[in-house]
């Protein structure tokens, strides 16, 4: 469970985390301790310089985006040894086990996670554009979240180069979360 705990860290705004299972709330301290550290890195920051700077406070939100379909498009190296499809399957399917104590929208979006592919699409440009296009809908005033594929296209080998460097720093950051919390639960 301390897995999906990470996938809430996106879907708990308005949400009392006393409420949830103590793995959620260990796997959504990960995630945000892993945003910190991702948000501070000269790496990241230099990836957000490259972008054209109408994007604002939105390259924080690009970046991330884009190092998530880094990490996808080259799961077999970064990920766990099996496929991505492998992978999203595996997730699926704690979701699925674990639904009751899931953050509502974290629940209502699953179904919709499963039939669009959604883990499997960030694997590939255009279904990053299809996630910014989604993202850029669901945000209440205009934003240019929607164009921001272009910019990866754009920089593409240099946002790919500056994410192969920072994820090995990144899996040293991350395992030293898993110490205080100790072994990984599903």
């Not at 970046?63 to 997730?91: K, N, P, Q, S």
């Amino acid at each position: 469970m301390l897995r999906l705990g990470n996938l809430c860290g996106d879907f708990v705004r308005g949400v009392d985390l006393g409420s949830l299972h103590p793995e959620l709330q260990r796997g959504i301290a990960q995630h945000r301790a892993i945003d910190h550290f991702a948000d501070a890195h000269r790496l990241v920051r230099r990836s957000r310089d490259r972008l054209d700077p109408g994007f604002g406070r939105f390259s924080g939100v690009l970046i991330d985006v884009f190092y998530d379909h880094f990490l996808a498009r080259d799961w077999r190296v970064h990920g766990d040894g099996g496929t991505l499809a492998e992978f999203a399957a595996m997730v699926h399917s704690l979701l699925d086990a674990h639904a009751p104590l899931l953050p509502w929208r974290l629940q209502q979006i699953t179904p919709w996670m499963r039939q669009h592919a959604w883990l499997v699409s960030y694997a590939h440009v255009g279904g990053i554009d299809a996630v910014l296009q989604r993202m850029a809908n669901r945000v209440q005033r205009t934003t240019p979240l929607g164009q921001g594929a272009a910019q990866l296209r754009a920089h593409y080998d240099e946002l790919g180069r500056d994410f192969a460097a920072f994820w090995p720093e990144l899996e040293t950051f991350a395992a030293t979360l898993h110490e205080p919390f100790g072994s990984e639960a599903q």
